[in-house]
């Protein structure tokens, strides 16, 4: 896979897609997925941002088949309404991408449901969508479901006695625990899809170090990691190419079931796909089994 660039995406001609996130790294693989013919749709809070993300892709790409969809990842209201909503609209779906996230913010936020903010959009809101959208990746071609983690996953503790924070807040070990967590759940995935036959092919990625609006949008541009992020930007990689190893396997046939992507230099923080390394931690079956059924009776979801 040396090398591998957005050039090398094969034809996604009558395939669909749902890519969580307006902006950054999702608007980035609505783009390119797009523009190898895959019928997409950009999910994500925003409406405003949405209806921007898909004129700027059909302004560019005239012939794109796109639309947005509204989707709060941090309500499992909306996460059910989108769901049944889709399962109206079409029989079957080909790809889902668990993108979209929020970073360090600096005080203890939840959601609709009470989860803490990172936690339960980063991890929990994803593992509902999945299980929402489940019956519809069962019809749907060769299907994958792609989840985004990150190096932080690296670093990361699933705090079982204090999953949600309310305890002891610290910004960035609980962003850690929510990749940690989304790293987990998609090797967890395949396994049950191979147990139960679902014939889902369940795969993680990472960015590596990107220039994204994460850090501006939860901490602030204000803060400490805002303003990193905003006088040392030449350290992070263009968000096209962080997105390369989501679309590697998104859509390459070298994409392995159950593995796990990132960038190939500087210690996987940018440079072009390669097989990332799997924090330890992220391979405990005893604690996956532990988050899984944990993750369904906070959600109310059944996988």
């Known amino acids: 896979m040396a090398q591998w660039t957005v050039s090398d995406i094969p034809s996604q001609r009558g395939r669909s897609a749902v890519v969580t996130g307006t902006g950054g790294l999702g608007y980035e693989d609505a783009r390119a997925l797009a523009k190898a013919g895959c019928d997409v749709i950009i999910a994500g809070r925003n409406a405003a941002k949405g209806a921007a993300a898909v004129a700027k892709i059909r302004a560019e790409l005239p012939f794109a088949i796109i639309r947005f969809e509204q989707l709060d990842l941090a309500s499992l209201a909306s996460i059910k309404d989108f769901s049944k909503r889709l399962r109206s609209q079409q029989d079957s779906l080909d790809l889902l991408i ?33 299980a929402g959208l489940l019956p519809l990746l069962m019809k749907g071609k060769n299907p994958r479901v792609v989840t985004l983690s990150s190096i932080a996953a690296r670093d990361g503790v ?3 006695n204090d999953l949600n924070a309310q305890k002891n807040y610290r910004p960035m070990p609980v962003y850690s625990q929510s990749k940690l967590a989304c790293l987990m759940f998609a090797f967890a995935l395949q396994r049950r899809s191979d147990a139960n036959g679902w014939g889902i092919t369940s795969i993680a990625a990472h960015p590596g170090i990107s220039r994204t609006d994460l850090l501006h949008n939860a901490p602030g541009r204000l803060s400490v990691v805002g303003i990193i992020r905003s006088l040392l930007w030449f350290m992070f990689q ?27 230099r500087l210690m996987e923080m940018r440079g072009f796909p390669t097989e990332a390394k799997i924090p330890q931690q992220a391979l405990d079956a005893e604690a996956s089994a532990r988050l899984w059924e944990i993750s369904q009776q906070l959600t109310g979801t059944s996988l």
């Open 98 to 130: 668990n993108n979209a996230g929020v970073m360090v913010p600096p005080k203890h936020q939840e959601t609709q449901d009470g989860f803490e903010l990172q936690l339960g959009t980063n991890y929990l809101g994803h593992f509902a969508l999945t």
């Open 158 to 160: 699933i705090n079982f």
């Open 238 to 264: 263009p968000v096209a190419q962080g997105a390369l190893p989501t679309l590697f396997a998104a859509t390459s046939p070298d994409a392995k079931a159950g593995g796990y992507y990132g960038p190939n």
